[in-house]
């Protein structure tokens, strides 16, 4: 925000939560709008994961195999390894799928959340500077963002489902668990039952997933936005008095604190987000 | 807080993203670590063979070793043997030369001896023979009295 026209809370707030998109969106759903700043960061950030990740691939191939591997190229191994091993604690048959959407997932909104710990000013002030009214930098923040994650993974699960098991495999899991019986006719009255439990708890999985790390991510980069009130009624001009050397002092300090937190908040939320999706598809694969 | 094009575009992007790391990262890194630790076991074991190698070769040097060190032993013993042998072969055949040559000597002497005799006996008789001629003062025919004076020289 230039200091010249200081915002109200309200104002600094909305700026923040509002996206840059090609038109403003006033119904919940609408598919003619677009949020340009979530697409740019996430396309910006799938580039950079996979074009860094692609080098270092490509490096292992060209250099022999025997020579040890070298700074990032340990690192990627690193990731590549932990997650081989994440994987295989779930799921023990043969995907060629698996591993590689969970090294995608827990890299991506990895890089997603780590944009929250940006000061939060900066990215937008910057876009404002170029003529851009609104910007959003965290594409987890965007319930768009999120569930273009769970939903991918959620139609993953129901084509590995069909494809395992088969249409009927498939029905009967969600029809025959979790109340069954020996007798035909009892089982018949268990079905709809079944269903409407098992449908519920099905469908809810791309929900929670998506909204668990959305809530995370959001309430951080509210945390943030807050904080950074503690110093905007002032301005410049708070540095003419000891009290707003106090506040700035003070949300230098609780913005440290806090991005030293939210740095294991981030991590945590791409790991269960990672987590949660190879046991999906492993129950996908797997009969019970 | 709302859905839009977004979603769709994201999803897209997501698809994309999977596929390319399924495709071009993931093999990849993951083919070249385990194909390293292929190698760093092939190595560690190859260390392994080696040194048992290595154990093996110095077991059997040795053993080698103590072969021909008894191998020589027992030339050594064998030719002291044979030397002995050949001392003691050559001091019998020294012997046996000497009593050869000690016996002969003794035969010789002996036949010369009683060679000596015989004349002895002969030329006695003839003294015998002449004495009693010249006791007779007579002519005796030494042809007619060859007889007796053999016969006298057998008796001496």
Not at chain 1, 26 to 40: A, C, E, G, Q
Not at chain 1, 165 to 171: D, I, T
Not at chain 2, 23 to 38: D, N, S, T
Not at chain 2, 55 to 60: D, F, I, N, P, W
Request: charged fraction near 15%; hydrophobic fraction near 55%.
């Amino acid at each position: 925000m230039a200091a010249s026209q200081t915002p109200t809370i309200g104002e600094y707030i909305g700026h923040h939560l509002t996206f840059l998109t090609n038109k403003p969106q006033v119904s919940l759903v609408n598919f003619s709008v677009i949020d340009y700043d979530t697409v740019f960061f996430s396309v910006l950030l799938a580039v950079l994961f996979a074009g860094s990740f692609y080098l270092v691939a490509r490096r292992s191939v060209a250099v022999s195999a025997g020579s040890a591997p070298r700074g990032f190229q340990s690192f990627v191994e690193l990731i590549v390894d932990w997650v081989d091993t994440q994987v295989k604690d779930v799921f023990h048959g043969t995907s060629g799928l698996i591993a590689p959407l969970a090294l995608t997932i827990f890299c991506w909104v990895y890089l997603f959340n780590f944009m929250d710990l940006l000061p939060v000013d900066l990215l937008p002030d910057i876009a404002g500077g170029v003529g851009l009214a609104h910007l959003k930098v965290v594409p987890s923040t965007d319930l768009n963002g999120v569930f273009g994650l769970s939903l991918t993974v959620f139609l993953l699960t129901i084509f590995y489902s069909f494809k395992m098991k088969g249409p009927l495999g498939f029905l009967a899991e969600l029809t025959l668990h979790p109340f069954s019986s020996k007798n035909v006719f009892v089982q018949a009255l268990f079905v709809p039952v079944n269903f409407v439990l098992e449908f519920v708890t099905f469908i809810a999985r791309p929900v929670s997933l998506a909204l668990r790390l959305f809530g995370n991510i959001f309430a951080g980069e509210m945390i943030f936005v807050l904080l950074a009130l503690l110093t905007l009624m002032h301005g410049y001009a708070g540095l003419e008095t000891a009290s707003g050397w106090a506040m700035m002092l003070l949300q230098a300090v609780l913005t440290f604190a806090w991005e030293v937190f939210h740095l294991l908040i981030i991590t945590i939320q791409a790991f269960i987000f990672m987590v949660l999706t190879i046991v999906y598809l492993a129950m996908a694969h797997e009969h019970h | 807080m709302h859905i839009n094009l977004t979603l769709i575009v994201q999803m897209l992007v997501f698809a994309v993203l999977i596929w390319f790391t399924m495709k071009f990262v993931w093999p990849m890194i993951l083919g070249a670590m385990q194909e390293r630790e292929r190698r760093i076991a092939q190595g560690l074991a190859a260390a392994d063979k080696g040194e048992e190698e290595l154990r093996q070769a110095r077991t059997g040097a040795e053993s080698i070793l103590r072969e021909a060190r008894d191998r020589a032993g027992a030339i050594i013993d064998q030719a002291q043997r044979r030397a002995n042998e050949m001392v003691e072969e050559a001091k019998s055949a020294a012997t046996q030369e000497g009593q050869r040559v000690l016996s002969a000597a003794q035969q010789q002497i002996g036949l010369e001896a009683s060679k000596a005799r015989e004349d002895l006996r002969r030329q006695v008789g003839e003294i015998a023979v002449a004495a009693a001629a010249k006791l007779l003062e007579r002519e005796i025919d030494p042809r007619t009295h060859e007889a007796l004076i053999h016969q006298l020289a057998a008796q001496i």
